[in-house]
């Protein structure tokens, strides 16, 4: 909240701050002002920037410390995850580093005091670099609210309770930026994992990021990536969140049972109607063609495959482990130059007596009650709401499970004012980010991809990560999503894939406008699949943290080795 200036007073701290600048680091915050002073700044260019605001942060954690003491490392044993103080690559700015892949990590820093978010604009912002890239992790935080009469922080895991959770995942087909609202049904008195609709996809480069959540008193949700609004959702609306915070005002009936004579076809055989005499139903679907004659110069005694002369037996072939070793098979090039090979029989062609087996005719079913349905019952779980009952957030946790290392986080705030959130991002990380995005574009150069294709590269990417997600492009959704990640190594890769991409899809139109045998689904997690999809959860679990921890074990379980026949 913006304080009264006075300006003797401000005068005076000023010259006080100025003069301790340039012997060390000083910090402070007042319920008036508070300076940022960069030490580093002065020893290497004589610089120092004082930093006026007339608002308060409600917490900030820089990490230029140790976190040693003031973060505390989970003790249960899942959480293996080392974490470290470390320097962002290229700058002398620290963070909290996850040092080591495929591990689990678990860290909480408890608040002074709980912050309310019931009143008034709350910002929840953080940044976030992934160092080494992300193929299959989280970089999310929580923001856990109270917990339980002798709960401690070294007891943090993924079953403690939060009221938000906000940041970037990617596994698999899960490519989002979360923001999970954990409600409490007043008339239940249960929590529910709300889940934001369509939220934004996760920048694909090594670059830093900063994400920012702004909860408005109007219920408004924004989500913001380096300062760009992505997405604005309602936390009211049902289109914004899954499921939605209020609930239906009915529910079907559990109770209501179908009655047996209930007759749910609307078509039924007609059974007045007889087979036709002429009917053969043993006729065969295809005949000989018997006015076929075999093509002149047909070679009957060459077969259509033969042994690949050119294939030698490897030198590492073992006959009791391998069996015995055969030559690969080939086109037979006699059979390219002639009308054929083998042993020619007349083609068939479809018979003009077949008419299949009979079935009676369908007509309409006069005792047909339509689709049966149990009766709706008023819901004993609704509540009106004006506006979400947040809880507070008593302290932040990370917990993590990332088949990544190198992901750094920095420069965590909560504040009461949108002005707060914009003031660090330029003062934390812009310069940091203008001086990473001169690198890339230079080892872009260097590589010779161009800034425009640079750009539309990312645009692209963020576009397919949406349009993979789509339902009917579930049985190919694996397969898209390995073509993806692939490209996005390689941007000069960017146009074929998306050529591809373009290709499969019209393909799965054709499909379903034409016909045709529809794919198996792929035997693939489903990512956010919830328990808490229900009218209510249980205290402290959550469905989709679960499911994609899971995702996480196939991606990171290794691929089945196949035999030499194999291959």
């Not at 690559?89 to 678990?106: F, I, N, Q, T």
């Not at 956010?528 to 679960?546: I, L, Q, R």
Request: glycine content about 6%.
């Amino acid at each position: 909240m913006a304080k009264s200036r006075i300006s003797s007073v401000l005068l005076l701290i000023a010259c006080f701050g100025f003069a301790l600048c340039l012997s060390e680091t000083v910090r402070f915050t007042s319920t008036s002002c508070f300076f940022v002073f960069s030490v580093r700044s002065v020893l290497k260019r004589f610089d120092c920037l004082i930093w006026f605001c007339f608002f308060d942060q409600l917490f900030y954690e820089s990490f230029d410390e140790s976190f040693d003491g003031r973060w505390i490392v989970s003790d249960k044993s899942d959480y293996s995850g080392v974490w470290k103080h470390a320097k962002s690559e290229g700058h002398e700015d620290y963070g909290l580093l996850v040092s080591e892949k495929a591990r689990k990590y678990a860290i909480v820093k408890d608040l002074d005091k709980p912050i309310t978010l019931k009143d008034g604009t709350i910002v929840l912002q953080y940044e976030v670099r992934l160092q080494n890239g992300l193929e299959c992790g989280g970089a999310y935080i929580k923001y856990l609210r109270p917990q339980e009469a002798g709960w401690t922080t070294k007891e943090f895991d993924n079953e403690s309770p939060y009221s938000i959770m906000f940041g970037p995942d990617k596994c698999g087909s899960t490519n989002k930026v979360h923001f999970i609202l954990k409600h409490k049904n007043p008339k239940t008195g249960e929590y529910v994992e709300h889940h934001l609709k369509f939220p934004p996809s996760v920048p694909y480069d090594k670059l830093s990021h900063v994400y920012t959540a702004i909860i408005k008193p109007d219920n408004e949700l924004h989500i913001l990536i380096d300062g760009e609004e992505k997405k604005k959702a309602n936390f009211l609306s049902a289109d914004d969140f899954e499921p939605a915070l209020i609930p239906s005002k009915t529910i079907p009936d559990p109770d209501d049972k179908k009655p047996e004579d209930w007759d749910e076809r609307a078509k039924i055989p007609d059974a007045d109607a007889v087979k036709p005499d002429d009917w053969d139903e043993d006729a065969p679907m295809e005949i000989e063609d018997e006015e076929a004659v075999k093509p002149e110069g047909w070679l009957d005694d060459e077969p259509e495959e033969i042994d690949d002369p050119e294939a030698t037996k490897p030198e590492d072939w073992d006959d009791e482990e391998d069996g015995e070793w055969e030559a690969p098979k080939i086109d037979n090039p006699k059979c390219e130059a002639g009308p054929g090979c083998g042993e020619w029989k007349r083609p068939t062609k479809r018979n003009p007596a077949y008419k299949g087996k009979w079935h009676a005719p369908m007509i309409d079913n006069p005792n047909y009650k339509g689709i049966w349905k149990p009766q709706e019952i008023p819901n004993p779980a609704y509540f009106e709401l004006e506006k979400p009952d947040f809880e507070p957030i008593a302290a932040l946790g990370i917990e993590i499970w990332t088949m990544q290392d190198g992901i750094l986080f920095d420069n965590i705030l909560i504040a009461d004012d949108e002005k707060v959130a914009e003031s660090y991002r330029e003062k934390t990380w812009k310069p940091k980010f203008d001086v990473e995005k001169e690198k890339q574009k230079e080892e872009d150069a260097a590589a010779g991809v161009s800034e425009g294709l640079s750009g539309f590269h990312k645009k692209v990417f963020d576009v397919l990560y949406k349009v993979v997600n789509i339902p009917f492009l579930e049985a190919y959704n694996i397969k898209i999503i390995d073509v993806i990640e692939k490209a996005e190594k390689q941007p000069n890769l960017t146009i074929g894939v998306l050529v591809s991409i373009v290709v499969v899809f019209v393909t799965v139109i054709f499909r379903i406008l034409f016909g045709g045998k529809k794919p198996a689904a792929a035997p693939v997690p489903k990512p956010e699949t919830k328990k808490d999809s229900a009218p209510a959860e249980a205290e402290g679990s959550s469905g989709g943290e679960k499911e994609e921890e899971k995702e996480k074990e196939n991606a990171a379980a290794p691929r089945p080795r196949r035999s030499r026949r194999e291959t």
